[in-house]
Structures are given as structure tokens and as C-alpha cells.
């Protein structure tokens, strides 16, 4: 939880636990598993429904990837992901409908998912995916926000795209990445509570220096905290 808010409305998955403000750390082998999630939601709304939105998005989501029939393609695997979509749209409207104070309610989501072999990522909003490698910081998602559409690159608190919150037209980006995914990479899933306290420059130096999720944390809060901050670090060893 950042320094002004009272809630955090942050979600993690960290392959096999949902988390959120605590720490948590794992290892796996991919030969052990045919699929996994590694994602950040950021939750928004009023009375604390925006800790609902994100919650509801990552857990239908671990459970719609568990439930896919095994081998289908990058294309069927695609459409998949976009039926996911439409129906946890249509699940976080009806909850607004039934209890008003989860009107509106909503969340970003970015991730990384694991199936059938192939590595896809995904995203819906402003929260990014980076990956660091040899030094080198590269934001692999695009901010889903009026100043990327304006061609602006410096972060707004202002997004054109999530997860339910009333948006009827949500889009998610998504991309296989099988062949860039190499020994050595890490890869780096945030809320914009990171990116908006801390500028990449400083996010690679903190990589560069072995800081682990809690520590960038820990930089986002020192710098000022206006926001919640979760962060997922993904090394593959």
C-alpha cells in the first residue's frame, strides 16, 4: 500500500498464490506444468470495489488457462483469450448491477502466460510488462493511456482501456513470444504505482544492482507513494 491511499486494490498472481500487499517468492519448472499465469492487476472504483475488480480478473482468469483443452494453436489460443475477455466483462458489469457500490468497477491486467509449450503476454490498461536483459531495460507493453494516443510518452493517470469499469469496447494486446524468451531474461510486471514514482532509468539501475520485487517496491514507496505499488519479478534461470 502506497502513502495516500487506504486500500490497495492491487493484485498479483505469482504462478501459484494470489498476492497482495505481502511477499512472496517461488521457483518452478516449466517440464512440471503444461501452462501457468504470472500476472498484475491494478483495481479501480469507489468503496473499495477496484480490490474486487482485480481479484475477480486474476482468479477467472487462472481458471479459465487451467480449463483450455491441451494443444491448440497461437490463433485458436488467441480467440480464447478474447472470449475470456467478453465474459469477465460481462461478470464484473453484473456485479455492479447487483450491489451499486461496485458500479463502474474495474482493473488493468498484464501478464505473462505459459501454454502448450509457447510463451504469450498479455495486456489490458496502463499497468507494463519490461524485460531486462544485459543491462538494458525494455518496456515491452504499450500504455494503454490518452498520452500514448496523443504520442506522448510520459505516463497519465488517465487510461482509454481496462477490464470492465463500464468500458463496452476493451481490447487486450497480446503477443507470443517463444523464441525472445532466453536464459538470463528478467522480466519485470508492475502497476503504474512503480513507473509513475520511478523512471526506467532508475528501475534498470535498482535490476542492475539485484533488487528484488519487494526492494522496487520498497523505492516506489521512498519516492513519494502517491499510488499502490506491486511489482512481480520473473527470472528465467
Request: one cysteine or more.
Amino acid at each position: 500500500m502506497g502513502c495516500v491511499r487506504s486500500n490497495n486494490e492491487d493484485m498479483v498472481l505469482a504462478y501459484d498464490k494470489f498476492v497482495r500487499s505481502e511477499v512472496y517468492q517461488t521457483e518452478f519448472l516449466t517440464e512440471n506444468t503444461d501452462r501457468f499465469v504470472i500476472a498484475v492487476a491494478d483495481g479501480m472504483g469507489g468503496h473499495n470495489a477496484g480490490e474486487v475488480a482485480s481479484a475477480d480478473a486474476l482468479e477467472n482468469l487462472q481458471f479459465f488457462i487451467n480449463d483450455l483443452p491441451k494443444n491448440l494453436s497461437s490463433v485458436e489460443f488467441n480467440e480464447m483469450i478474447m472470449v475470456w475477455l467478453d465474459s469477465v466483462n460481462k461478470m464484473i458489469a453484473s456485479k455492479g448491477l447487483v450491489n451499486p457500490s461496485m458500479s463502474d468497477m474495474g482493473t488493468t491486467l498484464v501478464g505473462i502466460i505459459y501454454y502448450n509449450k509457447k510463451y504469450y503476454w498479455v495486456n489490458c490498461g496502463d499497468s507494463r510488462l519490461y524485460r531486462y536483459r544485459n543491462g538494458q531495460l525494455l518496456q515491452l507493453s504499450t500504455d494503454h493511456s490518452l498520452n500514448t494516443a496523443n504520442g506522448e510518452k510520459k505516463h497519465t493517470n488517465i487510461i482509454t482501456n481496462c477490464i470492465g469499469a463500464g468500458c463496452k469496447t476493451s481490447y487486450i494486446d497480446m503477443y507470443e513470444f517463444t523464441d525472445e524468451f532466453l536464459e538470463g531474461d528478467t522480466y519485470l510486471l508492475c502497476s503504474d504505482g512503480l513507473n509513475d514514482m520511478i523512471k526506467d532509468e532508475e528501475i534498470a539501475q535498482l535490476m542492475a544492482d539485484g533488487a528484488n520485487a519487494n526492494q522496487l517496491c520498497e523505492a516506489a514507496i521512498v519516492a513519494g507513494g502517491f499510488d499502490n505499488v506491486s511489482v512481480c519479478v520473473f527470472s528465467i534461470l
